[in-house]
């Protein structure tokens, strides 16, 4: 649990710093699409906090519907 919070951490800190990236180079102020794929997009802690990052940083996060 330890290594996956790790990794849990530094993943929304790389994440929202893109975003903030994005957001000053773009201007866009509007809600953008977060595309979120492959293994990650699988795990159900990452998808919660990428979900929250997004909320906080004026995203829409898209998954993958796991049950296909």
């Known amino acids: ?3 996956q919070n790790t990794i849990n951490k530094i993943l929304l800190k790389k994440t ?3 975003m ?3 957001r000053s ?3 866009l102020k509007e ?3 977060f595309v979120v794929a492959g293994g990650v997009a699988a795990n159900q802690s990452i998808r919660e906090n990428l979900t929250e990052v997004c909320k906080e ?3 829409i996060p898209l998954f993958p519907n796991l049950k296909i």
């Open 31 to 33: 809600k953008i699409p």
């Open 1 to 3: 649990a330890s290594f």
């Open 57 to 59: 940083m004026n995203f």
């Open 20 to 22: 903030r990236q994005f």
């Open 25 to 27: 180079k773009t201007l």
């Open 16 to 18: 929202k710093e893109a």
